[in-house]
Nanobody, 121 residues
Framework: QVQLVESGGGLVQAGGPLRLSCAAS????????MGWYRQAPGKQRESVAI???????NYADSVKGRFTISRDNAKNTVSLQMNSLKPEDTAVYYC???????????????WGQGTQVTVSS
């Protein structure tokens, strides 16, 4: 019923930019938080950046100053502009939304299927 669809992943050279986008669709009542997580092989999934419906943001220390998260509440979309990419940024990036779906009485997390970002040296 509720889906998160990511786009924009790919292969880039170190130092280059890449922009990820995510669109939420379905029976959505309200979205409190949207953001991006990532997971490299053999590593734990970690938070990259989040943004609330009010526009407050939070970034991982490893990406602060290089990545920028933005959202469009009216369209239920979130984007991640990644600049000055490093090989250690290589991971599967997952879109995340904490929301009230229509007919549900509490917040529930939703995840996208993930998109691969590979940064070459």
């Amino acid at each position: 019923q509720v889906q998160l669809v990511e786009s924009g992943g790919g292969l880039v050279q170190a130092g280059g930019p890449l922009r990820l986008s995510c669109a939420a669709s379905g029976s959505i009542f309200s979205i409190n938080v949207m953001g991006w997580y990532r997971q490299a092989p053999g590593k734990q999934r970690e938070s990259v950046a989040i943004v609330t419906s009010g526009g407050d943001t939070n970034y991982a220390d490893s990406v602060k100053g290089r990545f920028t998260i933005s959202r469009d509440n009216a369209k239920n979309t979130v984007s991640l502009q990644m600049n000055s990419l490093k090989p250690e940024d290589t991971a599967v990036y997952y879109c995340y939304a904490l929301m009230f779906a229509q007919g549900m009485g509490r917040l529930y997390p939703y995840w996208g299927q993930g998109t691969q970002v590979t940064v070459s040296s």
